[in-house]
């Protein structure tokens, strides 16, 4: 049996877990709804060994947060420091298609050697997976991230010449799977850390220049890296700010036709914001693949609050398009814009 008690944002949802309850969504769940002043949930289910929980730093005021403002980041020659011999590379093979990527233990190491600016290797080795504007969890690779992957291999049949984005990155595995079928992609993690020491040597990791790059030989180097840099674009920083980047950006046709996010929508502070990016930032004919927990524990946010607000908003046709029945349910939504 599993007992979790749910943060006070809960207060404030009480129908919202009724509706939830009356839908069937959380197979096997009791939930002891009480007046706002004692509201408690109780939840029966196994949960799978491989299950994460968020482990969320502990919050009692709701403060006006200072997100971090968008910047943009190059591959550059030191990014190949983080592929020596002393790193770990993993891989996994999703279809015909292999990805390599950095041991994220590997990763915590060098980032404690080179003492990140924004002072998040703390958190993590302090089991802290969220703190909500300072990190924001890209050090570890979520499980809707293998649920996206897979449905990728299925569905994206065609992404050659593509332009992808993939939202909230951390490792940038759905992102580099489209690169590695002709994509050009766009990454975005917040944390810069994430996408220094993780994002971009994962790309460079499968770039097919890899062993020219990792060589140093003078007459290709720089040739190589430039052709790295022209099929992916990197940034880090709040969602906001970055939509408002796109938008200055004018004359420029930034729009794109695939938008990747994993486990992305915990926090339903930041639903506007993140719904307002892939909005403004979709081709007509473009998809919007969204995989995510139905409901995060512990954090409030999750694929139905998510859907209501797109339902609310009227931009988006949504459908559900791949469902994971087994521990906390998982889902992939498909969002394509209605016509004008």
């Not at 080179?114 to 802290?128: G, K, R």
Request: glycine residues 6%; charged residues 25%.
């Amino acid at each position: 049996m599993y007992e979790c008690s749910l943060i006070s944002d809960c207060k404030t949802n009480k129908k919202y877990f009724e509706r939830q309850a009356h839908e069937n969504i959380f197979s096997g769940i009791d939930l002891i709804l009480l007046e706002e002043e004692d509201i408690m949930f109780e939840f029966n289910f196994n949960v799978d060994d491989k299950q994460e929980n968020l482990g969320l730093q502990n919050e009692t005021v709701k403060e006006d947060r200072k997100w971090l403002q968008t910047q943009s980041h190059t591959v550059t020659n030191r990014h190949l420091e983080a592929l020596s011999e002393e790193n770990t590379v993993e891989e996994v093979t999703i279809g015909q298609t292999v990805l390599k990527y950095l041991s994220m233990t590997s990763a915590l190491e060098r980032l404690k050697k080179m003492e990140a600016s924004a002072d998040i290797v703390p958190l993590v080795t302090d089991n802290t997976d969220l703190v909500p504007a300072v990190y924001e969890g890209g050090l570890k690779i979520w499980e809707c991230t293998w649920d996206l992957l897979n449905y990728m291999e299925l569905s994206c049949k065609d992404l050659k010449g593509c332009r992808v984005l993939d939202l909230g990155c951390g490792a940038g595995l759905p992102g580099i799977y489209a690169m590695l079928h002709g994509s050009h992609i766009t990454l975005q993690d917040y944390n810069e850390e994430v996408i220094n020491y993780i994002t971009m040597p994962n790309v460079l990791l499968n770039s097919t220049d890899i062993s020219v790059l990792v060589d140093g030989n003078p007459e290709t180097f720089n040739e190589s890296l430039n052709k790295v840099n022209s099929k992916s674009c990197y940034y880090s920083g709040d969602w906001g700010d970055l939509d408002k980047l796109f938008a200055s950006k004018t004359g420029i046709d930034l729009k794109f036709d695939f938008i990747l996010t994993s486990e992305t929508i915990y926090n339903p502070e930041c639903h506007e914001k993140l719904l307002a990016l892939m909005t403004n930032n979709l081709k007509q004919d473009g998809k919007i693949l969204l995989a995510a927990k139905t409901y995060y524990f512990g954090v409030g946010g999750g694929i139905l609050q998510f859907c209501d607000l797109v339902k609310k908003k009227g931009d988006l046709n949504i459908k559900t398009v791949f469902t994971h029945e087994e521990g906390v349910r998982r889902e992939i939504v498909e969002l394509t814009m209605k016509e004008k």
